[in-house]
């Protein structure tokens, strides 16, 4: 299937700084693609080159089978949606005034029912009459979102969408993205949320420094960082010293998560091996368990663990990388197997 | 409906200072009626020349607006998303501008003369119907070029107050200077083609140093000169 989006070997400077570097990437058709990386990546950079707000200095972008400033690139973009950055608003006009304005730029009636039923959809009909510069930054963002999807674009460019919004809306928005494939539109979305990405998108294309780090359908990615996930075990705070002893004496790399619990990691094929570890100490765990891969673990063993970079990543969802690591062997060595 | 003429129909800018340009000669006819002053000239003069100064300043408000806002809020971005031919953009915004301004000086100026015509008339004074409408004509010929000047160099600073600073500089300043400079080469300033317009229209006055055609060639000639570098940009370069 022919992709919407590609980019080859595509490259865009600020003075003698590369922003993109030889970046290739492509998003098919009826996906929903994250693109991630950490600050300073590149993703919004890669956003306004695709929608030609910036222009690339080398390699070759097709959007919706056109190059930016070619034939049929005025059409590609008006059959594409968008909300790059923060969103662009009048800000002394109502969300009404900002949605026909959009529709007419677009070339539609600036009366099309669809306004008032996608003010509805994202939440906004109530006030859709009021001043923009009234509204809050998760209304603006939802105002942005509807002028994105005005005209039913084939694909949406969304960056960042749920900044802003409350854990409902967040919500929201997921469940309005998940069915934009659906209805016949192709999804570009980048956002710091891990967590939110794993629910929303089924590809994710990662970056760092401009430069294409991994690619491919998120299920993988977390299927590679499920390999190097560890145990969790939880025992009472007082057996701490000699849960950490036996566990490091057969092996294991042992690290206090911030909520207490032990995460245990090496080459642990099965949990029973971390009990018989504990049990040569005489201590019986009150929990263990594996810890499951997310996308945020994903993205830190491919962005090489990039823990700076990733902390604003990271800001909002769980914890990773936020574990106080007290040592124990690094060389592989397992315990003994009861 | 072309959406840089929707924006002059839902944004506010617009509609407030066409507002005001419509509220000042009728303010100015109401104190010019309460107070009744001896001279002729206040009940045929008062309200055009208020319109006259309104629509002066006003047109050079919208022009500095008509870009100024979308640079200021990122909506440029949003307009050339929407639209990626930029070339027909900027046309679009700059023929919006000129009609626009030349339209809201007509209704200003328009209006101005109705109140003037009505005051006299309460005060059975000869209105001279025929010198407010050469006034009303030469405003309504020089606001589309006070606003494209005010664009012009909102397009060069990507700024409203930037654009307006420099306007304001162009025409206070800077023509002063060139006419200290150069005026022995002859006197092409922008600020000397508006008066150029003004006195053409003023049938008593035969010292324009101008015919109309030259005098529009000025003033379009020095639009131009200081639009290019902006527009330049604004179809090659890079959008924030």
Known sequence: MQPLVSFDTVSKRYDSRAVIDQLSFSVPEGSVTALLGPNGAGKTTAMRLLLGIARGDGGSISLLGAAPGGGGFHDAVRRTG????????????????????????????????????????????????????????????????????????????????????????????????????????????????????????????????????????????MADAQQDTGYLVRVPREQHPAAVGALQTAGYTVAVEPDGALLVSGEIDRGARVAYALSTAGVLPDELRPRAAD????????????????????????????????????????GTTP | ?????????????????????????????LIVLAVQPSTDDAYRGGPTTMATFAVMIGALVFGAWMFGVEFGQGTMRRTITAEPRRGLVLTWKLLTTAAAAAVFAAVAMGFSALVAITICAAHGVNANTESILDLSLAVTLQAPLIALIAAAFTLVFRSFAGGLVATFAMIFVVDGVLRLLLGKYGDYTFGTSLVSIMTIFDETDQSAPFGLAQTLLIALGWIAAIASPGAYRFIRGDFK
């Open chain 1, 82 to 221: 968008a909300l790059v950055e923060e969103p662009a608003l009048y800000a002394n006009a109502s969300a009404e005034s900002n949605m026909r304005i959009q529709a007419a730029s677009l070339g539609m009636s600036d009366h099309d029912p669809r306004i008032g039923a996608l003010l509805g959809q994202v939440g906004l009909s109530a006030r859709a009459s009021d001043r923009v510069k009234k509204y809050s930054l998760g209304m603006r963002q939802r105002l942005g979102l509807a002028l994105a999807l005005v005209n039913v674009p084939q694909l949406v460019i969304l960056d960042e969408p749920t900044n802003g919004l409350d854990p409902a809306g967040v919500v929201e928005i997921r469940e309005l993205i998940r069915s934009l494939p659906a209805q016949g539109t192709t999804v570009l979305v980048s956002s710091h949320l891990l967590a939110e990405v794993q629910k929303t998108a089924d590809r994710a294309v990662i970056i760092d420094g401009g430069r294409l780090v991994s690619e491919g359908p998120i299920a993988d990615l």
């Open chain 1, 295 to 334: 996308l945020e673990t994903a993205f830190l063993n491919i962005t090489g663990g990039n823990v700076a970079a990733a902390g604003a990543a990271a800001e909002d969802s769980i914890g990773v990388g936020g574990s106080d690591a007290i040592g124990g062997a690094t060389d592989g060595a397992t």
């Open chain 2, 1 to 29: 409906m072309n959406p840089e003429l929707l924006k002059l129909r839902l944004l506010p800018m617009p509609r407030w200072i066409l507002g005001l340009s419509l509220v000042a000669p009728l303010l100015v006819g």
